[in-house]
């Protein structure tokens, strides 16, 4: 079976006890990647020289959804719209794409992720985008020929809209292959590297076979 890591959310959760850090993954990524065949395990935010040892053990990597990247790790001062990072998810996310392509492995970047993912690999973001936040739907164009939209089976389509970053200069390697009606970028992917980047959330949309197609990819890639 196909073992997929999901990079986890850490975050303060309430408990009897009060607030305690925990790392977190909503069950839509886990039920997402079992639909399409793949076996979930959780990736705990760890040392960054440990993202090699968790690539021994799992075959391919989904990076969710979360809070902002800190604008340092893009050389930018955060604007007031800027949410505060969480340093040791962006450290060991940084390190987890960069093992990732360093093997070749494959991966899907969700929202943060694809965010994560673009600056990992040198690119930069838009720190703040208006008409992208609360849960409004957009349609996306998909260029045709694209991996992504061999993955959509698709080259247009509705998709949900959480954020409120977006991919400004694409990172080595990888290329905008889907945007809004906007400009504002929504996918991304590499001609040398099994990677797939949306900004939007598939895991809540999985009614629709284009959005499912995204984890069966993950699973079956490669
Ligand atoms: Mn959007």
Redesign the pocket.
Known sequence: MTTVGIACNPRNVSTARGKVPAETVARAYVDAVRRAGGLPLLIPVLPPDEADAVLDIVDRVLVIGGGDVDPARYGESPLPETGEAHAGRDTFEIALVQASAARRSPLLAICRGLQIANVALGGSLVQHVEG?GGDVH?RVRVDAGSRLSGALGATALD?N?Q?HQAVKDVGGGLRAVAW?DDG?I?GVESDELPILGV??HPELLLDRPEHAGLFRWLVSAG
């Open positions: 992208h957009h998709a809209s954020h809004a504002t929504e900004q939007w």
